[in-house]
């Protein structure tokens, strides 16, 4: 599947999309989130392997429910167990859990990155004492900060690409059929082309975040089927799926 470039404004209407598939079976939205929020919470309780596990399984899930929106803009019934889709597609549960290796990899990553920062500044440490060299405390503390912002920008670097990776990548692998490596590159090569919309999208995003937070974070119980209904529209429009279902308007 080859992307498109979409027009800035459609960071917008990616939003308004996934609204308007969210407002045909909100109950059944808010439920889906919940059930998947119970599982989140259980996973985290296991110290490390329930974190790990969770990312493993976390494009499973979010796969899930694309998979349910999906079904509902072909005009069929939402339902809960659209969320472990991706389970009962033993094809496509393989390539999904390799979404979430690559993004535990990002992560370990991410960890290595700072220990070799920590190590670094321990050890400069260490040599200086040891060889009786004294360095000013403004000068050292100049560096610090200067190989701080180098390696917050490395971190930052790494979250973006990870996140590109499988912005579109789930969609991909569940509703394209693609393997996991393809539907990585095909998906940091769309954000890629795609920053103005992305940027638009973004922006909006943070405000509704904030207006999402504001009723004790009750909020995000909408916001988050939208953002996932939001995601299958922008899927849906760059990745130029011909036919589109008459149920829903995914063109305004």
């Known amino acids: 599947m080859t992307a498109i470039r979409a027009e800035a404004g459609r960071g917008w209407g990616w939003i308004v999309e996934g609204w308007q598939l969210f407002a045909k079976a909100p109950g059944l939205w808010v439920v889906m989130l919940l059930v998947y ?4 919470v259980v996973l985290s309780l296991i110290p490390l392997l329930g974190m790990i596990g969770h990312t493993l399984l976390n494009p499973v899930l979010a796969a899930g429910m694309l998979y349910g929106a999906a079904a509902q803009a072909r005009g069929e019934t939402l ?10 597609d033993q094809e496509r549960m393989g390539p999904l859990i390799l979404l979430g ?7 370990v990553l991410m960890v290595l990155v700072i220990m070799i920062f920590v190590g670094g500044s321990v050890a400069t440490g260490v040599v200086l004492d040891s060889t009786g060299s004294e360095m000013p405390a403004e000068a050292m503390g100049g560096i610090l900060a200067g190989v701080g912002l180098i390696v917050a920008f490395i971190l930052l670097a790494i979250g973006f690409v990870v996140a590109m990776a499988l912005f579109y990548g789930v969609p991909l692998v569940m509703l394209g059929r693609q393997n996991a490596w393809p539907a990585i ?13 992305f940027l638009v999208f973004g922006l ?28 299958y529209a922008s899927y849906r429009e760059v990745f130029e799926e011909t036919t589109r279902p008459a149920s829903i308007r995914l063109d305004k």
């Open 37 to 40: 929020l119970a599982i989140s």
């Open 79 to 88: 339902e809960v167990g659209h969320l472990f889709q991706g389970f009962r």
């Open 101 to 107: 290796l690559f993004s535990v990899a990002g992560g």
């Open 185 to 197: 590159q095909a998906s940091i090569v769309a954000c890629w082309i795609n920053m103005l919309p």
């Open 204 to 231: 909006i995003y943070v405000v509704l975040a904030i207006v999402a937070a504001i009723p004790f974070g009750l909020g995000f119980l909408i916001l988050g089927p939208v953002t996932v209904c939001a995601i």
